[in-house]
């Protein structure tokens, strides 16, 4: 149970990457971005929860004519660990066809999402599709090895909450990136 007196930071074990050093990184990934698709139709396809406050920012640091939407998929409930099932939610709405499309995800974790996903947006006929995830999960083995064209971060295989990332819908606020002490979700 939540407790709504709590102070969320509270919950935290280990800031791994503060705000201003999410902030730089989002404007160098925007920079790359906007050099890769001068001149072409991009849109920004983001999924839905976790990647809202990225892609807010990331559209914000590309500096070349654009689109966004997003799309919804929810793959792990409230638990620590992926279900292995993806349910696409929400489909997008902007046209795609013919289209280039970045695929913006808060992370790349067994990569189930990001494949499920864009196999959702070929159905589109866009002209291309690329992956942009802000952290990318150091693993050992993953069910979908996939390749991500733009990523931020390299982090250890620990969960992870803030800057969009959730545990149980909640740290999606906090500006930062941490670790969550493993009692919050022990205890649950
Ligand atoms: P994948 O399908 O296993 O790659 O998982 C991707 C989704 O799982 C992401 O969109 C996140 O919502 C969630 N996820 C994976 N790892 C973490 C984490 O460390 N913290 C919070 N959410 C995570
Ligand atoms: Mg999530």
Known sequence: MTDFNRNPNDDIEKVLYSAAQIRECVVELGARISV???????????????ALVFLSDLSRAIEIPHSFDMVGASSYGSATASSGRVQITKDVEVNLRGKHVVVIEDIYDSGRTLAAIRDLLYVHRPASIELCALLYKRKSERARELPIRYSGFEIPDKFVVGYGLDYSEMYRHLPYIGVLKRQVYEKD
């Not at 890769?36 to 839905?48: H, N, P, R």
């Open 36 to 50: 890769d698709y001068k001149g072409k139709d991009l849109v920004l396809v983001g999924i839905l929860r976790g």
